[in-house]
């Protein structure tokens, strides 16, 4: 019994609820404050504004930044390409100075080797040393070919040549002409001797060769 008499109670109390009229406990206490809902969206607004304003600073520091980098790279680069330059152009001097060096040495051994093969002994005097003389001499101009020979094969290991000038038409480029001389059955301008022998290094003229020229009289 007692049961049925709660049951009752709660249904006359939900029915109770229903009946009473409790949309007005949903409506605001209050109107909300314009002014203050303008005063906080104006401050977010302004913040807002700060802060793009230093995001904008700091991409134009960053930018700026870079830029400078960029620039300070780019002069490094060009400071290295003209060191690198100077560089292969002091070490290109250095080098032709040393072949001219090895090349005035070539010069005088060659100069001695001809010297030794025009040289022939008296026949009248020194008759007992002269077997001797002839066998010394002959052993100097080994030694003294041995010495060219090598000589050559350094100068090709730096890539320097002899001009070839002799019988071929005179190139300033490559020639000085110190003498000239007439052959009427050789072309005008024809080199007829090779005075003092040229080179070149690395296909540029390393010392000029000297000739003579032969020359025409005018028609």
Excluded: W
């Excluded at 109390?13 to 949903?26: A, C, I, N, Y």
Aim: glycine content about 4%.
């Amino acid at each position: 019994m007692s049961d049925e008499i709660k049951k009752n109670e709660l249904l006359e109390q939900f029915r109770d609820f229903l009946e009473h009229d409790v949309s007005g406990q949903f409506e605001l206490q209050t109107p909300p404050d314009l002014h203050s809902l303008l005063s906080e969206l104006t401050a977010l607004k302004t913040e807002v504004k700060v802060e793009a304003r230093q995001y904008k600073n700091t991409l134009d520091l960053l930018s700026s930044g870079l830029e400078t980098l960029q620039a300070d790279n780019k002069t490094l680069t060009t400071e290295l390409a003209l060191y690198q330059h100077r560089l292969e152009q002091q070490k290109n001097d250095i080098t032709k100075t040393m072949l001219l060096e090895m090349v005035d040495i070539y010069d005088r051994l060659n100069t001695g080797m001809k010297t030794l093969e025009h040289y022939h002994p008296v026949s009248g005097l020194f008759k007992k040393s002269r077997k001797k003389d002839v066998r010394f001499i002959d052993r100097f101009k080994q030694g003294q070919l041995m010495s060219i020979k090598r000589f050559e094969q350094c100068l090709q290991s730096y890539k320097v040549q002899m001009i070839d000038c002799l019988g071929k038409n005179f190139d300033p480029k490559t020639m000085s002409a110190l003498e000239t001389s007439y052959d009427p059955q050789v072309e005008n301008g024809m080199v007829l001797e090779e005075l003092r022998a040229g080179f070149l290094f690395d296909d540029q003229v390393l010392r000029l060769a000297e000739v003579k020229v032969n020359k025409l009289p005018p028609l």
